[in-house]
């Protein structure tokens, strides 16, 4: 793997100036898709549902959620259709084949520095100050990275044989939006549900980037170090999965 980083930095570059290319609006897309999705959900959540929000404007604390849903859904996304997207380099060219869905990672981590740019400006504007966690978000921002690619590893690989998976993730990342508390905190939750909604993995990580970013409320640390540790046990079972099915890849997708 070492010695093909030039062609993993190749494929991530490409990938990021393609994503764009042809659209009216370029690269502004960045910042107008979460602007968007945050005032979609603060409407719905915030206005009519009238969820309690830890006493920071709801705009805020359902764009801190989405920007941290947004980096695991695009990887997860990229991530598991990467091999069918790239069929005909993949039985063309030799090369391993982990390189496509690891690629992925250029795209995501662009979004979420020019995402993370942009909530510096609303946080001047709303008058909410750093929380001094914030040096954690890196770590947060790897653990999601680490648990999205380790599904994509898996989904990747089923969808070479089965293109039904690609119909199904889109299905699958819409119910696990609502399943996550993006736009909702754990709080809010009835507390006989919380024990089951903890059982996702995205729900300690969730929490802890508003927490990190806008001192909310803090998850506890055993539900946050079963988050991370999920995270690195997807990435290193998906993984395995991947590199026991590469071998046949280019004959059944």
Known sequence: M???RDLLVALGM?????????TVLGVAWVVLQPLVAAGILSVVFGMVAKLPSDGVPYFLFSYVGFLAWNAFQSTLTRAG???VQHQNLLTKVY????????????????????GSALLAVLLVWYGVRLHPAVVAVPLLFASLQ??????????AT???????????LPVATQFLLYASPVAYAISAVPPHLQRAFL?????????????????TGRP????LGYSVLMGVAAFGLGAWVFRRAEAQLADVI
């Open 2 to 4: 070492w010695a093909a």
């Open 14 to 22: 490409r990938d990021v100036r393609l994503r764009y290319k042809q």
């Open 81 to 83: 259709t990467s091999l």
């Open 95 to 114: 090369f391993p084949r982990l390189l496509l869905p690891l690629s992925t990672l250029f795209a995501t981590t662009l979004d979420f520095l020019v």
């Open 146 to 155: 680490l648990f999205a690619l380790g599904i994509g590893f898996v989904v």
């Open 158 to 168: 089923a969808a070479a044989r089965y293109r039904d998976v690609q119909h199904l």
């Open 199 to 215: 059982f996702n993995p995205l729900t300690s990580l969730f929490e802890a980037f508003r927490w990190t970013l806008l001192g």
């Open 220 to 223: 506890s640390w055993p539900a």
